[in-house]
């Protein structure tokens, strides 16, 4: 089946590690994106690659790096520099920059 | 970045009963969706509308593009417990990078 997997589920780590969540689609999708989601708000753009090798800062990049060596993966580390990382993160992906976005199911991140 | 403005923020509704949310903007889109996020899951998407003045429908769910661009609703008739879960809309603009801007969510919650 096509989709988006993103892993893991769960992250746990200490303050100033930092750590790099996984996107891997295999839906043959140009465009993908990282979006963080906290309580009670929308999910904001943290960075986008619409084709390999290419990305863009989204609304809130700080803190935050990726990279886009494969079409098929995205993955987004979440450097010491980021003053609250604790969060739940959603990667997309769309076969064209006018198509709608399909998500993962997530991986929620937490830092103590 | 922008965020969308939509309402209401939370609903309590009995099985059986019609549901109407709204979003609405400062700016234009060309294209507005609408996603429903269960708990701990990404956004699935419900219901994509192209052309000012559409109305789309997905089932027991209609949506429709406001004739200013700027605003969009999202009514479900005869609501049932699996309705439960947070909506979003999202605006692109098209003529840009294919970012959406998000709402803020309405959280459902349907009692038997």
């Known amino acids: 089946d096509g989709g988006i997997t993103q892993s893991p589920k769960y992250l746990f780590r200490k303050e100033g590690q930092n750590v790099t969540l996984s996107c891997e689609q295999n839906?043959?999708?140009?465009?993908m994106y990282w979006y963080r989601q906290d309580p009670g708000q929308g999910l904001r753009l943290i960075y986008y690659s619409q084709i390999v090798n290419d990305f863009q800062k989204g609304d809130i990049a700080e803190g935050y790096s990726v990279s886009r060596e494969k079409k098929e993966s995205f993955p987004l580390t979440v450097t010491s520099a980021q003053k609250n990382p604790t969060a739940f993160y959603l990667c997309a992906s769309a076969g064209t920059r006018s198509s709608p976005l399909h998500f993962g199911n997530g991986t929620r991140l937490t830092v103590t | 970045g922008q965020q969308l403005n939509q309402s209401p923020q939370s609903m309590f509704i009995q099985e059986g009963e019609d549901v109407s949310m709204n979003c609405t903007s400062s700016?234009?889109?060309?294209?507005w969706l609408w996603y429903k996020q269960d708990p701990g899951e990404g956004p699935v998407l419900l219901i994509a509308?192209?052309?000012?003045?559409e109305l789309t429908s997905n089932g027991r769910l209609t949506a429709q593009f406001g004739i200013t661009r700027k605003d969009s609703f999202l009514n479900i008739s005869a609501s049932i417990p699996s309705d439960v879960g947070i909506y979003f809309c999202a605006g692109q603009f098209t003529g840009t990078a294919s970012k959406l801007t998000f709402g803020t969510g309405t959280r459902l919650q349907v009692t038997l």
């Open positions: 839906l043959n999708h140009d465009a």
């Open positions: 700016s234009i889109f060309n294209t």
């Open positions: 509308l192209y052309k000012a003045g």
